[in-house]
Structures are given as C-alpha cells and as structure tokens.
C-alpha cells in the first residue's frame, strides 16, 4: 500500500516562497502522475498542480506562474516549489496520485501564509 508524507511547509509573509516535499513508499510510483492538494480552513481539498508521467504539468488557475511541482521517480520523491505566496494559500498540502488519488492520505504539511 502507498504511503505519503508531506514535509516542508511553514509560516511566511506575503510574497515569500517555500518548497514543499513528498515521499511516498510503495510500488509503481513511476507509474502515475502525481499531484498536490490542499484544503483550507471551511473548504474542500482541491487539486493544485500535477505533473503527469511523462512530465507534463497542470496547474489550478490561481497558482499558474507562481508554483513548480517537479519528481523524481528514482527517489520516489515529489515536490513543489511555490513562490510569490498570497495569503488564500495558507491551508494544508498533501501529495497523492494525479486525479486518480488514493483513498489514504498523509498527515500533510502546514503552509501558512500572513503579515
């Protein structure tokens, strides 16, 4: 069964970056397209940005130019850099499969944007 864990998050001012991490234990990592999501306080989780196998990516609307999502599949490792953060991104980041996710999610990792 795979497994993820989130890292890397923190509290930052506007404007600020943070470079968030994944690992996920398992098989078949190299297999799917892997994405980033988050939920925020009173909200529903929402994709952020995805990178397919071959590496395409695709990112939510408001995050285009601002984050990176980027893997490495001989570590099992994903990651997504953010940068230019605004306060509507402060909520909790977690990893899972590409529009496909597993029904077990990690801990996530707290990113909290404010002045």
């Known amino acids: 069964q795979v497994q993820f864990v989130e890292s890397g998050g923190g509290s930052v001012q506007p404007g600020g970056s943070l470079i968030l991490s994944c690992a996920a234990s398992g098989t078949f990592f190299s297999a799917y397209g892997m994405g980033w999501y988050r939920q925020a306080p009173g909200k529903q989780r929402e994709l952020v940005a995805g990178i397919r196998t071959g590496g395409r990516t695709e990112y939510e609307a408001s995050v285009k130019g601002r984050f990176t999502i980027s893997r490495d599949n001989a570590k099992n490792t994903l990651s997504l850099e953010m940068n230019s953060l605004k306060l509507e991104d402060t909520a909790v980041y977690y990893c899972?499969?590409?529009?496909?996710?597993?029904?077990?999610w990690g801990q996530g990792t707290q990113v909290t944007v404010s002045s």
């Open positions: 899972n499969r590409y529009r496909s996710p597993l029904v077990g």
